[in-house]
């Protein structure tokens, strides 16, 4: 099993930053590829980013390229997702999740993660 603990959520201006924190615990962590994901009121849970267990290969949704970066540190079992020029549209429960493959084929997938965390909110004013 693998435990996912997301933090760094809050509330901020447009065009204001935050940092999202994931820690993870139970298994090695640099033999899974990660993924954010977002919820927001009302809608379906949808793609952020992905990365690789090197941090070799990223991928982002095109809605928050060039804003957002994914980054991961396997010796402290933590990956972050720096968010920066942040809107309004951006606010969500965000999602950090956890495959059981160092990469995968679809990464904007749900289906490909095994693993899951509770959330964290990040609330965007304008």
């Known amino acids: 099993q693998v435990q996912l603990v997301e933090s760094g959520g809050g509330l901020v201006q447009t065009g204001g930053s935050l940092r999202l924190s994931c820690a993870a615990s139970?298994?090695?962590?640099?033999?899974?590829?990660m993924g954010w994901f977002r919820q927001a009121p009302g809608k379906e849970r949808e793609f952020v980013a992905a990365i690789s267990w090197s941090g070799g290969s990223t991928y982002y949704a095109e809605s928050v390229k060039g804003r957002f970066t994914f980054s991961r540190d396997n010796a402290k079992n933590t990956v972050y997702l720096q968010m920066n020029s942040l809107k309004p549209e951006d606010t969500a429960v965000y999602y950090c999740a956890a495959a059981d493959s160092r990469s995968l084929v679809t990464p904007w997938e749900r289906y490909e993660y095994n693993y899951w965390g509770q959330g964290t909110q990040v609330t965007v004013s304008s």
């Open positions: 139970g298994r090695t962590f640099s033999n899974f590829a």
